[in-house]
Nanobody, 114 residues
Framework: QVQLVESGGGLVQPGGSLRLSCAAS??????MGWYRQAPGKQHELVAA???????TYADSAKGRFTISRDNAKNTVYLQMNSLKPEDTAVYYC??????????WGQGTRVTVSS
């Protein structure tokens, strides 16, 4: 049984930083990452990382966000710097086990506002 525990969302002023964490259990994961959904918009891939450390970023995240993972802890992190109001969204952790379907977390809300 795959379980995901997300943390780290909240309210931050423009230009501030937040770090999201997602601890996964129940499998070995080939790929871990973060999607987000802003009000009135579709889900958007923010960043993803493989077990080997290869990363993918949305253009909007490049240069500001950094994804990392601790394979020993099955935990993925998203360090978000220079946050903008348009980064306001619910952020969802997702994981891809080596066998089986993807799993999604419950979401953590990030609000960037002065």
């Amino acid at each position: 049984q795959v379980q995901l525990v997300e943390s780290g969302g909240g309210l931050v002023q423009p230009g501030g930083s937040l770090r999201l964490s997602c601890a996964a259990s129940g499998s070995i994961f080939s790929r871990m990452g973060w999607y987000r959904q802003a009000p009135g918009k579709q889900h958007e891939l923010v960043a993803a990382i493989t077990s080997g450390g290869s990363t993918t970023y949305a253009d909007s995240a490049k240069g500001r966000f950094t994804i990392s993972r601790d394979n020993a802890k099955n935990t993925v992190y998203l360090q978000m710097n220079s946050l903008k109001p348009e980064d306001t969204a619910v952020y969802y952790c997702y994981v891809v086990p080596i066998l089986g379907r993807d799993y999604w977390g419950q979401g953590t809300r990030v609000t960037v506002s002065s």
